[in-house]
């Protein structure tokens, strides 16, 4: 199964990303008078990396659920609520929606597995990645670089998990 998510780029070229398999995969298209042509993996590799910025790259890459059963079990088991401040989509729009982040980012090393990953709602989410908030596994808690901390309301996975070695030196 494979993931997509379109990256847009200025100019004559569009980017496709999408994980299959485990990785991450890109296909960049050239969208000139020409036609689509789909170049090459490696190509599109190169070319993200000549047209994007390293923090954006980042930011999209961890939007990416390495492992989509993992992020949809851990999401049905809060039932779609954002562990930090408990909201639901549904009762107001009748669907659900939720989104999966991981503490210690993949792309910094972070182990693609439950205890390294948290519920979110989108607002949450963003203003985590965009402030670089640090998680505290200690008290369960994000704590901003203004000051502010906020506790996990709903905590129950990550204060179950057992700590691995790699997560200890994170402390
Ligand atoms: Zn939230
Ligand atoms: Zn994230």
């Known amino acids: 199964m494979a993931t997509w998510n379109r990256l847009s780029l200025s100019g004559p070229l569009r980017c496709l990303l999408y994980t299959a398999g485990g990785t991450l995969q890109y296909v ?11 170049l090459s993996a490696f190509a599109g590799w190169f070319l993200l990396a000549l047209l ?4 954006k790259h980042r930011f999209i890459a961890d939007q990416l659920d390495r492992n989509p059963w993992l992020a949809d079990s851990l999401k049905s088991y809060y039932e779609h609520r954002c562990q930090v401040c408990g909201n639901d989509f549904q009762p107001t729009y009748g669907v659900q929606y939720s989104e999966t982040h991981h503490i210690q980012y993949l792309s910094q ?10 519920v ?14 640090e998680f505290d596994r200690e008290s369960l808690s994000y704590e901003y670089p203004n000051g502010l901390q906020e506790s996990l309301i709903l905590p ?4 179950r998990a057992p700590r691995t070695d790699s997560q200890r030196e994170l402390i």
């Not at 960049?28 to 789909?38: C, N």
């Not at 994007?52 to 923090?55: K, W």
């Not at 129950?156 to 204060?159: C, E, W, Y």
């Open 156 to 159: 129950t996975h990550l204060s």
């Open 109 to 118: 090393g972070g182990p693609d597995i439950s205890g390294n990953m948290v």
């Open 52 to 55: 994007n910025s390293p923090s």
């Open 28 to 38: 960049v298209e050239s969208t000139s008078s020409a036609g689509p042509t789909r």
């Open 120 to 133: 979110l709602c989108p607002n949450h989410h963003r203003i985590i990645h965009t402030t670089h908030a």
